[in-house]
Every structure is written in structure tokens, then in C-alpha cells.
């Protein structure tokens, strides 16, 4: 397989208005992994593991491909993408992934959660502010 060109390498926050493509048009597709977009983020979730009975239902419903599966079995929250849309907190039946508020790094929200109130069976809902502050 061919290796992925980036079509739009050089182009970042800090362009000028002449250093991006006209209109801003995103030539190509499949770009995404070059931008890290998850910083767009208002909302963080976070995986509990020890609930998580690798069922998979939230994988298929993230519409940025952010839950990363791996010989059958999911992993931790690709943050470099997700978006916080918490569709998965919603589809999961065993309350293994609660959403916290910000962009949180996901090891202090986890071990928010863990040194905190337990957030399970909030339907994918912000339930608190500054978890991740
Ligand atoms: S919050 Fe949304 S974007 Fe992030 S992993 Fe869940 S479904 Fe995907
Ligand atoms: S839906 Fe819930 S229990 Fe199933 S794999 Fe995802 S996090 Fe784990």
C-alpha cells in the first residue's frame, strides 16, 4: 500500500491567509489523521475498564473512529480525534463510559472518576464541571 500523502502539509493555525488553500477547501480525503481535531472537544469521556464488557456497541457509532479495536477487544479514546458527541456513553448498556465536562486528559478524568463520584447511568450527560481542572 501507498504511503498516505499529506495534501495539506504546511498548512496550521498560525497561516497566513495566502499560506491556505483558496476558499479553505480540504482537497483529498482521509486527512484526519494528520490533524490532531479533538482540541475542538467541550466534552470528555472517559472509559472504566473494570465495567467494560467489550460488547463493542460503542464502536461502530463513533462518527470520528475514535475508540481504537484490537483483536476483538476495544481500547482507550483516540483524544486526538474525539470530539466529545458522547454517542457512545449513550449506546453503552453497562455504563462503562461516563462524560465529563472540558478536555480532559484522559488519565486525570479516569482517576477523577475513581477518586470522585461515580458518574455511571447519566446517559452520556455533562454531569459536573472542571473534572479535568
Ligand atoms: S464521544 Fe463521540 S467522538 Fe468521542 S469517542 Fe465517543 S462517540 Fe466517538
Ligand atoms: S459499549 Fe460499553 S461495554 Fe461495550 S465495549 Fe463499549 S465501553 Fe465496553
Redesign the pocket.
Given at each position: 500500500m501507498s504511503e498516505k500523502k499529506n495534501l495539506m502539509e504546511g498548512i496550521g493555525e498560525r497561516s497566513s491567509w495566502t499560506g491556505i488553500t483558496p476558499g479553505g477547501f480540504v482537497y483529498g480525503s482521509g486527512n484526519s489523521e494528520f490533524f490532531n481535531t479533538g482540541d475542538w472537544r467541550t466534552?470528555t469521556?472517559v472509559w472504566k475498564p473494570d465495567n467494560c464488557r467489550q460488547c463493542l456497541l460503542?464502536f461502530p457509532?463513533?462518527?470520528?473512529s475514535?475508540?481504537p479495536v484490537s483483536g476483538g477487544k476495544r481500547g482507550d479514546?483516540d483524544f486526538g480525534?474525539?470530539?466529545?458527541?458522547?454517542?457512545?456513553?449513550r449506546v453503552c448498556p453497562f455504563g462503562a463510559?461516563d462524560?465529563v465536562d472540558g478536555i480532559a486528559d484522559a488519565r486525570e478524568a479516569q482517576d477523577g472518576l475513581n477518586g470522585r463520584e461515580a458518574l455511571s447511568g447519566q446517559g452520556g450527560q455533562p454531569t459536573r464541571k472542571g473534572a479535568a481542572e
Open positions: 466534552r469521556p460503542c457509532v463513533c462518527p470520528d475514535s475508540i479514546f480525534h474525539c470530539k466529545g458527541c458522547a454517542i457512545c456513553a463510559i462524560v
